[in-house]
């Protein structure tokens, strides 16, 4: 697919998170049986009941489509057009009643990550970015942040212990490196630190243990406002997932600058 990604793939993205939403708002701040995954990574109902509805979707509207999603696997992952979902990006948060969780949904084409949607079912709060058309939050164009050097950058990570046993190279010591050089850290929000960077709110988004459903659908949202996505070698993220190291910037000149610190760190190892 050369040129914008069709309206048409766009208005099928806002369905599927209208669907999901949908499907996840009953469940939030409520009695929710909660089971550990064979990764010890928490599931709900609600992160099936999501999934399962944008699948049955998708199915219908795109049947010549391959599908990815975090809890019920891959179909036809090779096709040309490839749909990665998170139904639940942040189920702690959603477990502790924390409306920062979010739907993320993406559409690869060839294996690149073309339109993404980033949607906080209870805040009503959504933002897509599709190649060639921007990116929107709540339908109303956004841009990220007007470029500036790392010591003046707010940086989100969701954990400070992302990087602890980190068996490739100094990805904890590249990242605390990278910690005491901007101006700001601050911890949470999974894939909703994206959103906000999008919006120009904060300027670096830098995370560990990324699976392909949890960080595909951030990079049109964050690449169509302005800003760089990559892993920490300023590889281009794809389905297959690496060492789950991504930085996302507001500008290409800071990504380079986080790059370099984190590219070094890990290096000496």
């Known amino acids: 697919m050369t040129g914008a990604c069709p309206e048409e793939f766009v208005g099928i993205a806002n369905r599927l998170a209208d669907a999901s939403g949908a499907a996840i708002r009953p469940h939030f701040r409520s009695d929710i049986a909660v089971a550990d995954k064979p990764d010890l990574s928490p599931v709900t109902v609600a992160d099936e009941a999501a999934e399962r509805e944008i699948r049955r979707i998708l199915e219908k509207a795109c049947p010549g489509h391959g599908i990815v999603g975090e809890e019920f696997g891959s179909d036809g992952a090779g096709r040309d057009f490839v749909w990665v979902i998170d139904p639940i990006d942040g189920t702690r948060s959603f477990i502790c009643g924390v409306p920062t969780f979010t739907t993320l949904i993406a559409l690869l084409h060839e294996g690149e990550p073309v339109l993404g949607v980033i949607d906080q079912p209870v805040l009503g709060e ?12 709540n339908g109303a164009p956004v841009r990220t942040a007007a470029p500036k050097p790392l010591d003046e950058a707010a940086m989100f990570t969701t954990a400070p212990d992302m990087f602890d046993g980190d068996m490739s190279g100094g990805a904890a010591e590249a990242y605390e490196n990278l910690r005491s050089t ?25 995370e560990g243990d990324m699976k392909p459903w949890d960080y595909l659908a951030l990079v049109p949202v964050i690449e169509n406002a302005g800003g760089v996505m990559t892993d920490w070698t300023g590889g281009r993220l794809t389905l297959e997932a690496g060492d789950g190291l991504t930085l996302a910037a507001s500008s290409p000149a800071l990504h380079a600058a986080a790059l370099d610190i984190l590219g070094s760190g890990r290096n000496r190892r």
């Open 126 to 137: 959504r933002w897509v970015g599709a190649r060639g058309r921007g990116t929107t939050f």
């Open 182 to 206: 901007v101006h700001l850290t601050r911890f949470g929000l999974d894939g909703y630190a994206a959103g906000l960077l999008a919006s120009g709110l904060i300027d670096l988004h830098v």
